[in-house]
């Protein structure tokens, strides 16, 4: 088996990578794949706590990488699903206790017996970054609809591109609002994308019932009504090479911008025809 | 078709004033981010683009008038590629005469500047440096721009409308070849 | 003087009052403690003269607080006689005297506690804000009053290690006593650690995202909300004791308990009442004690 390493980046902090890893790695297992995700921001971890593993955590990858023990013991096996496992980071050390050929041989080695590796990738551009993309062939950029979080993302998919062994990069668009969409408060989709001329794989909507998926320790795909956990799973299958339509998230649209968005096209279609 | 515009504009002229202040905070945050991703792409600064623009516009209203305020001016990432992309809305084409004037007072004028200002060309040409690391350039000091083609005017005016065609069968004649607006 | 004993006595001294209003200020304050109350208070005078009325208010103050006077330590003659017409027992007051009655104690956990005898400070402005230190009932009262707390029921479920953990660990058995300790006085907080080969005595909060990692004990005087790893060189006569043992993580010698999943406090949880608490190896599982209150 040689599975896919793919690196979960952002540059800015805060627009939910880890939250994502989190969610397409519980995902991807329970879709059937042996998946492990690797947190890598040494110093200010969290993946254990999104996961609900804090408690369990005997080895991290500093302890891997300073052969205190072997990779495999520091691997937590999630609460749920014995397909997901965990590699900490160490919370006490910071982003020099890795290097970036430590690294990629760990992920050349959970290549070995697994099908995906998702490496959390610190926010910023420094080392923390490199050590998390040196391993990846993929790359899932997360960006949310405002100015700040789409120019780090722009830098990102910059720095990303240059780099030769990563194969693909794709934008994930997080904490959409429809409701701010719609009445022009807020940057659409197609801005971004138009703006970062990046595919897109996924987006999903702000949603309230993350905070105490967060505080549960319980990510948002295993809760099967939810919006942003839909969105996140057809995240997962997407990465699995399905086609998967994605989320209509307008419905709500308020009835004046249904209106006004009709005549805008119909006004352009006429511009077009003149 | 006028029926439609105006219906339009008189139905939306009752929502206008709400529009006006609140539709455009995404299109401000749209606009910001266009120039702030430009210049973090090209580490060109905002002075920079600020010239680049106005002589673009300069030279291609030799040849056609165009609107000023909708000129659109984008780098885009295509892999590792960073292309120029313009993007200028053409409201008519300029009849060979009127180019002919135009591309004699320009010459005027840039002759004067040049013996008034030496610091003048000096920016250009570095400029030119600047956008040209790919070895296509950008031309846009006054002696080349009487050889710019229409060949810039597809690229921008692409989407808009069919005087684009118009513009470019007539400035083909005068058209030399090595002008492209892109660069790296 | 006879060597008996007083059942459910409580230690306070008082020798270093100046005068009889300082002295009943210390008292009131002592009496105040939640520890104090419904028990039998032995008092330490020291050379106090107290006439039979200033002695009789005393008598009343701790009747008052929910308390009973047991006897009386004095070396002025002015107060014995005074106790004599009062009827209160007067007796030289020994602490491992006291102690050593109690049958039901481990020695290490009294030494712990009685180690601690309230002296009245001179500065008192400066020390009115703390606590003072009184005798606190030990532990072995707690097991008796049923606060064994045993993991599995509340907060920890132990770990299991196999495959995790070296097979090889040594584990060996050795006082902690022995061995040397580093106190602190400061907060430990998420990425710091404290290592050392003894014991760790901390005054203050140790937040989720630190290590303690001690080769003896680990004593926090404040919550616990770390890692804590006492024995961590496979002593398993080690113990973790915290005013609140909320870690995310115990582990003493090669043995780890984890916080159950179901156990929803938070980690950090600021109140004015702790129940102290300590964690003890016991049949190859970690074992919490928790000190109750009398009352509860």
């Given at each position: 088996m040689s599975g896919r390493v793919i690196v979960i980046t952002s540059g800015k902090g805060g627009v939910g990578k880890t939250t994502t890893s989190a969610n397409i790695g519980t995902a991807l297992a329970k879709a059937g794949n042996k998946v492990v995700l690797i947190d890598t921001d040494i110093g200010l971890r969290n993946l254990d706590l999104l996961l609900g593993l804090e408690n369990r955590i005997v080895y991290t990858i500093v302890d891997v990488v300073e052969e205190r023990c072997k990779l495999k013991q520091a691997l937590v096996k999630d609460k749920k699903n014995p397909n997901l496992s965990l590699l900490a980071a160490a919370q006490?050390?910071?982003?020099?206790?890795?290097?970036q050929e430590q690294l990629k041989d760990i992920c050349e080695k959970l290549k070995k017996d697994n099908d995906f590796i998702l490496v959390d990738c610190p926010a910023g551009i420094e080392q923390g970054f490199q050590n998390a993309v040196a391993g990846a062939s993929e790359a899932i950029v997360v960006t949310t609809p405002e100015m700040s979080a789409i120019r780090d993302a722009d830098r990102i998919i910059g720095l990303l591109a240059a780099r030769?062994?990563?194969e693909s990069y794709k934008l994930l668009l997080n904490r959409v609002r429809p409701n701010l969409i719609a009445t022009n408060d807020m940057m659409s989709v197609e801005d971004v994308v138009e703006l970062l001329a990046c595919d897109l794989i996924g987006i999903i909507p702000e949603d309230t019932g993350i905070i105490s998926s967060t505080n549960k320790g319980d990510?948002?795909?295993?809760?099967?009504?939810?919006l942003a956990g839909q969105a996140y799973r057809n995240v997962a299958r997407r990465i699995m090479g399905e086609e998967v339509e994605f989320l209509n998230l307008e419905e709500d649209k308020n009835i004046i911008g249904k209106i006004k968005n009709f005549f805008e096209k119909t006004i352009k279609e006429i511009k077009a025809k003149i | 078709m006028s029926f439609f515009t105006d219906f339009y504009n008189k139905v939306f002229s009752f929502f206008k004033p709400q529009e006006n202040v609140e539709s455009n905070v995404k299109d401000v945050a749209r606009s910001r981010l266009k120039l702030v991703l430009m210049q973090d792409r090209t580490n060109l600064t905002p002075k920079i683009l600020e010239q680049m623009r106005g002589e673009l516009i300069d030279l291609l209203s030799k040849y056609v008038e165009l609107d000023k305020e909708l000129l659109e001016l984008n780098f885009e990432q295509e892999g590792d590629q960073v292309a120029l992309m313009l993007s200028i809305p053409v409201i008519r084409a300029k009849d060979e005469k009127e180019i002919e004037e135009a591309i004699k007072k320009d010459a005027l004028l840039k002759g004067i500047k040049l013996a008034d200002d030496e610091d003048e060309p000096d920016e250009t040409s570095e400029e030119s440096e600047v956008t040209s690391e790919n070895g296509e350039e950008i031309t846009q000091t006054a002696e080349e721009g009487e050889s710019v083609s229409g060949e810039e005017n597809q690229e921008s005016a692409?989407?808009?409308?069919?005087?684009q065609a118009a513009v470019e069968n007539e400035q083909t004649e005068s058209s030399d070849n090595e002008s492209s607006p892109e660069a790296v | 003087m006879d060597n008996g004993s007083i059942e459910n006595g409580f230690i306070v001294d008082l020798s270093n009052a100046k005068n009889t209003s300082q002295l009943i200020y210390e008292l009131s304050s002592i009496l105040d403690l939640p520890e104090a109350r419904n028990k039998k208070i032995c008092l330490k005078l020291g050379d106090t003269d107290l006439n039979q009325s200033q002695l009789l208010s005393i008598k009343a103050l701790i009747d008052s607080m929910q308390g009973e006077i047991g006897l009386i330590d004095t070396a002025s003659e002015q107060t014995k006689a005074a106790a004599e017409n009062l009827s209160i027992l007067v007796s030289e007051l020994k602490n491992e005297i006291d102690v050593d009655t109690e049958q039901t104690t481990t020695p290490e956990e009294i030494d712990t506690v009685l180690g601690i005898v309230t002296t009245v400070d001179e500065n008192n402005e400066e020390t009115q804000g703390d606590i003072p230190l009184t005798p606190i009932a030990d532990f072995s009262e707690v097991a008796e009053a049923g606060g064994l707390v045993l993991n599995g029921d509340s907060k920890y479920v132990m770990m299991d290690t196999t495959g995790i953990l070296p097979d090889d660990q040594k584990n060996h058995e050795e006082n902690p006593e022995t061995l040397p300790t580093l106190y602190l006085n400061r907060t430990l907080r998420s990425g710091q650690t404290i290592s050392y080969e003894g014991n760790i005595f901390i005054v203050g909060d140790v937040h989720p995202g630190s290590e303690l990692i001690a080769k003896g004990d680990i004593t926090v005087w404040g919550i616990l909300g770390g890692i804590a790893h006492a024995g961590a060189h496979g002593n398993v006569n080690a113990k973790v004791r915290a005013?609140?043992?909320?870690?995310?993580q115990l582990r003493i010698a090669g043995l780890y308990a984890r916080r159950?999943?179901?156990?929803?406090?938070?980690y950090v949880q600021k109140s004015n009442e702790f129940t102290p608490e300590v964690a003890v190896l016991e049949n190859n599982s970690i074992v919490i004690y928790k000190k109750l209150r009398r009352d509860e």
């Open positions: 006490t050390r910071d982003k020099s206790a890795v290097s030769e062994e990563i990510p948002i795909v295993n809760d099967e009504k939810s | 692409a989407d808009n409308n069919e005087e | 005013l609140k043992l909320n870690a995310i159950n999943d179901t156990y929803n406090v938070p």
